[in-house]
């Protein structure tokens, strides 16, 4: 008897490890995956860079600034490091260990402060992604020549850089501030960050007018027949429609029916909004049904009508769980990616969107872009774009949680 | 037995409320059966009964709560002040705006204990000034007997008052509308003797301007707070008089047996 | 400017409503309400036309330009057809851009800036003077007696209904765009040949004599691809779900609770994206070399990778909604098992699982509809050949994969090409809606038979 009691003792405690041990395992995930991409992260915040001597002292104004020779001045600033080198190739080749933006930069620079023409003066440059990942010791020395992106010459010259003490490593503001490019040093994800605000803008002004409304006339004025049925049965359906589906629709109705542009925020914040609509209404009617009836008959009882009713009791007291319901739907929507794809948001796009309809990607799609990337700079990039992305949804989400603990209304 | 209800029916005041052969459907089922009662002008008539009799369905058939339920239908005839309200032309939001409503259990609104009394005056757009409203809401709490208890809380949520107070802020809320008609749906049942004695008081004020329809359960209330009292069993009327006469000597032996605690 | 009209018929509409107040003439609605009829309809119909016409600007200019097109641009194809159109439309107002263009002589620069302002001219002037007479019509329509609440009540009412009904519009639109493309991608590859044929090649060739120019359209090894990566991620999914549920409802204290099912909450909120990046990254080299470590040959892209982060995205939603219905199991057969001396996993096993299995199931089928639904994953992990095979460790190419590869990118959307995204699109529609449908019936079932 005691036996089988041991042993069933010893099955409960079993089972309920395997219980436990199923969420370790989940957290466990968890923390490997936002650990993996804070390590890989690291390398995208700063970037090696190098100050070169800018000699303008021959150059005068009359030149015309946009026409000066940048280029030629940071290669001879550069190449004076290195008398020795003086195949053209080589030049070629040590030229291109610093990024390819300098040459804009310093015109930039030039065009905002035109004092510095005729001056010498020191002008920080970055080095291109592959430099840069050598200094941040990325690139392993020992694999034989042909396998590393870095031959023995460029290893000597940074080496050699390094010494003369001008490298420095410095906070990248590219990453942050920056939108997309071609070269991993200057590629930033401010520009998808802005294009995503767009498009979420669009899917709230969209679907929370249209979803808490459409919630009201269901909970409070449809008088149940076949056709609200069906309504219904349709939104609790829609909530679970794979999100490409939603991409296929805006494919072939927004853009190829009305004839809407590709790539922009107006049909993105479209497509994502019919997808967040579902979210929206059932959050609005289960927060309307937890309102007790016993407040709506007050007031129906004082000869308040049945839409006052609604816009003066029931929508106020409903609100905390209605906002709730609808971050968490922009939420969802903020982190969706796959739609977007389907209409076009997926573009290479350098500049950063302004209105509904300049061409635009967003933060998730940013990151599949990245992530696609052959550029090894771009893994620690896409990492830390990552790791802003989820921060955002977790504040996002946090900011839902507080919003209900502190507006909830008890009955 | 419909004559003697006629006899009983004859009221001293003249009748505001007039209903004949009110049927109540509750989908298929039949909840009140041919109820005719008047009601008289600036009296206290209580409505008692057994659960489940049908009292509470009466009394909301008088402000026409009962529209509110899909599966609801009423048929016969109520009229109110000699007009009939079910009338197809009759618009239920001005009907009630003549008639307050308390109910079972105290519902403030989520509002400041100000805001629930002005509600109804803003609601139907009465009162245009400020100072007026301000009148207003001191008048109906005064009226209510709640003013000096709330007079320095007015901004607070009228549901961090207790029970009893809450249940006086609705009558005060009620009357804020100046209704010619109070229906109160047992409105001491979730309350404590003591808040009930205030409210039983208060509703014996209130009979000198507004005629009072009070369902109860609890006879000693009835005889202490009206003048008339009609007894329902099984969603028929059984009989109806001066609350004296039910409680002494009613005619019927099912309101004997009642009112005797005999059952119910 | 209907906004300006519209409030500015609202004051005027109030204020003569105030004035009947002051001379104390028995108002039937308060005068917001005359305020609100009014510049309803002085705002409504007119939006309702401008949104109208914003809609169909796009179709509008495309028919507006197309006769102005040069025989010499119509002679180089549909491309440069496109481009011309869209610098034309993009320029429309501007002359000088026209003309310097090239693409359109000055007189036709001309009389097409003519006939676009004109037309603008026009639908702005409609739209004003058509706000102007509603709300003077209405207006007239005022007065003491007039119960402007009641209408103003049920053009509102109205307007809900509209915007209730936008979602069937949305169901409507899937379907019908599914079903319109789906059919004329039968009309050029067969239907048997795409449900049965077992082969998938879609890249035709650019030109017609090149090699394998008529792709083949074999959607089978995708479903099995799918299918595969189902299953991988179910087998990880649904033992880590249910037994993380049965320990959160069954064995947790509440603090415990409140610390754990965060975790549970947060891995359902990360992007699909991020899980993708993370298997391609990390799951799918490591896997590879695990693979190599015991004399495996796996693919780096192979089905378990990205099986096996799908499986973690879908743990939260096989978790929450068993922790519901497991909650919702009545304590009283709890507390009877627990009585009679069985232990808690006794209970659990042997009553409150019984009992909850609707639930779980359906929890289950949401799980795998959501799996074969989700794009990004497979988009980023899995691979693009369509191998036919069961085997987990080797390449697939999913549903999902096909449609994006697709569709992105490419502009024709007349090839068998792109339109077969739409069949698949379909397909994928119609088996995810069965399975939510059934999960949501055998939901709701089970709730009748507790409630």
Known sequence: MNKNFSKRHKAESRFKAYGFFSLIAAATMLAIIIGSMIYRSIPAYTNYTIDLEINMTEISLEDGIDDINYRGILRSSLFSFFPEVQSRSDKRKLFKLISSSATYTLRDFVRENPSYIGKKFYFNVLFTDDSDLFYKGYVDISLPEDERRLDNKEITWLNQLDGTGRVKNKISRNLFLNGDSREPEVAGFWGATIGSLITITVTLLLSFPIGVLTAIYLENFAVKNRITDFIEVNINNLAAVPSIIFGLLGLAVFINFFGMPRSVPLVGGLVLSLMTLPTIIIATRSSLQSVPPSIREAALAMGASEMQVVFQHLLPSAMPGIFTGTIIGLARAFGESAPLLLIGMVAFIVDIPATFTDPATALPVQIYIWADSPERAFVAKTSAATLILISLLILINLAAVLLRKRYEVKW | ?264 | MIIVLGLLSFTIAKQRALLYLQNNEPLRSMPVYHGLYVSLWAFLIPFFLIILFLTFKANYLNYLVTPYLSEETISLGSEEIMYVKNFLINNISNLNNLINSGFISEADSNSLIEKYQNSRLISFIFVIVLSIVLSFVSYRKLSVRFDARRRVESILKFIFFIFSTIAVLTTIGIILSLIFETLRFFSQVGFFDFVFGTHWSPQTAIREDQVGSSGSFGAIPLFTGTLLITAVAMSIAAPLGLYSAIFLSQYAKPKTRDFLKPILEILAGIPTVVYGFFAALTVGPFVRSCGEYIGLTVATESALAAGLVMGIMIIPYVSSLSDDVMTAVPLSLRDGSLALGATQAETVKKVIIPAALPGIVSALLLAISRAIGETMIVVMAAGLAANLTANPLSAVTTVTVQIVTLLVGDQEFDSAKTLAAFALGLMLFVITLALNVFAMIIVRRYRERYE
């Open chain 2, 1 to 264: 037995m419909d004559k003697e209800l006629e006899n009983n029916n004859i009221i001293e005041n003249k009748a505001l409320i007039e209903c004949k052969n009110v049927d109540v459907f509750y989908a298929n089922q039949q909840a009140l059966f041919g109820i005719n009662l008047n009601i008289g002008e600036k009296e206290v008539t209580s409505l008692i009964g057994p659960s489940g009799c049908g009292k509470s369905t009466f009394l909301r058939c008088i402000n026409r709560m009962n529209d509110v339920i899909d599966i609801c239908r009423v048929e016969g005839s109520i009229k109110i002040s000699n007009e009939d309200i079910y009338h197809p032309d009759i618009d239920v939001v001005e009907l009630r705006s003549r008639i307050g409503m308390v109910f079972q259990k105290p519902n403030p609104f989520p509002k400041s204990v100000y805001d629930n009394v002005a509600y109804g005056p803003k609601l139907h757009g009465r009162i245009l000034h400020k100072d007026d409203l301000d009148e207003k809401v001191e008048k109906s709490l005064e009226r209510a007997g709640l003013w000096s208890e709330v007079k320095d809380r007015l901004s607070e949520p009228g549901t961090s008052l207790s029970g009893g107070q809450q249940q006086r802020l609705c009558i005060a809320r009620a009357i804020a509308i100046d209704p010619s008609i109070i229906l109160m749906d047992e409105p001491c049942s979730a309350l404590d003797p003591i808040a009930t004695a205030k409210i039983e008081e208060l509703i014996d004020e209130l009979k000198d301007n507004f005629t009072i329809t009070i369902v109860t359960h609890s006879m000693q209330q009835a005889a202490r707070v009206s003048q008339r009292t009609a007894f329902f069993h099984l969603g028929k009327l059984i009989e109806v008089g001066d609350t004296e006469k039910i409680f002494r000597s009613p005619d019927h032996e099912q309101t004997e047996a009642y009112v005797t605690g005999r059952y119910g």
